[in-house]
């Protein structure tokens, strides 16, 4: 009898290399380019007030960017949540000034949140409709009706009003901005909720193969709409973040925020195709985008170039994930 096992030519998908490289690839990408910083503007960048000042303003969008990594690997965007962010603050704002405390408050702001997230996923997921296309409409609804409810006034949000609020979303405790320690809460939650929950699996599943997924019994639609749900509740959170560390709620909260979050995501490994994704890549590339500006102007380059790099930092991105991502395929294909 021989002992000769019989031979198999194929080789194992690089499942490692297609989950974790990007992971690699962008933090690699933050270690070069904070070194190109150092040596470009070492007085601001060995300075510690300036990455006080990151830990500050980062989250304010990178804490969406986490919710919106969801949304993307399913195969889908959600481009409504800079207004689903001024809606849900309105919505906390009229409460509190009608007498309301605010936590109970806060409860509605999210709940409100939760509610535009779900009127996207309906539209997206139940009528088939593509998220590009009606979340820009969307975003329109949202926005108009905020403008509407609080007649494009704003609504003061200081210390002495609401101490406890500020407490929760701007103090320091330990010397690390309240921000930060929100957005690495998250990042831990939602990594949980990504990776080892069975809605995670499901995501990843819904965006790589819809037809498998539906096979296998998965349900997309819910899928999907509770994915648009946590970047409304979470777009909300990051709304009253934004407005109490201005001391001031603005009806034009979330403006300037789509690029940043959207970058942050790409950036961060998740792929423009759906099926592959990282929240950790996502944290990291927000800090990376967060830096962008500071390190431009401070290395005594004109201001304008930030929105060129933000560009190129997309691009090149999305190219590199569109090249990275068929070698992969071609690989588990050919075993080769």
């Known amino acids: 009898m021989s002992d000769a096992k019989p031979k198999n030519n194929r080789v194992a998908p690089p499942s490692f290399l297609r989950r974790y490289g990007s992971q690699l690839g962008i933090i690699g990408v933050g270690l070069v380019m904070w070194l190109g910083f150092v040596i470009a503007a070492p007085t601001v960048f060995m300075n510690t007030f300036i990455y006080v000042a990151f830990a500050q303003t980062t989250p304010q969008f990178g804490i969406i960017a986490l919710a919106l990594t969801f949304v993307v690997i399913t195969g889908e965007i959600d481009l409504s949540f800079p207004s689903i962010m001024a809606l849900g603050t309105a919505i906390f704002c009229i409460g509190v000034t009608h007498g309301l405390v605010w936590p109970v ?8 949140g939760a509610a535009c997230g779900w009127v996207n996923g309906f539209l997206v997921s139940w009528l088939n409709i593509p998220s590009l296309v ?20 704003g609504v003061p949000l200081t210390a002495d009003m609401y101490p406890g609020l500020h407490g929760l979303l701007r103090e320091s405790y330990f010397g690390v901005p309240v921000q930060t320690l929100w957005m690495l809460a998250l990042l831990g939650l939602t990594w949980l909720l990504l990776n080892r929950t069975r809605f995670g699996a499901h995501v990843f599943l819904v965006g790589d193969n819809p037809t498998s ?10 899928v999907k709409t509770r994915a648009f749900m946590l970047t409304g509740v979470i777009g909300v959170f990051a709304g009253l973040m934004t407005s109490v560390y201005g001391y001031y709620f603005w009806p034009t909260t979330g403006d300037g925020f789509l690029l940043n979050t959207i970058a942050s995501v ?9 099926g592959t994704g990282s929240v950790i890549g996502s944290f990291v590339a927000s800090y990376i985008i967060g830096a962008i500006n500071a390190g431009i102007v401070s290395a005594g380059i004109n201001a304008f170039y930030t929105q060129l790099c933000f560009g190129l930092v997309i691009v090149i991105s999305v190219v590199l994930q569109t090249i990275i991502d068929r070698k992969i395929r071609r690989q588990s294909i050919t075993g080769r």
Request: hydrophobic residues 55%; neutral net charge.
């Open 105 to 112: 408050a806060l409860l509605l702001g999210l709940a409100t």
């Open 134 to 153: 009606i979340t820009i409409g969307t975003s329109f609804l949202f926005r108009g009706l905020e403008l509407v409810i609080m007649n494009g006034t």
């Open 213 to 222: 997924a539906r096979l296998m019994g998965i349900d997309a639609v819910s």
């Open 266 to 274: 790409f950036l961060g490994g998740t792929s423009v195709f759906g």
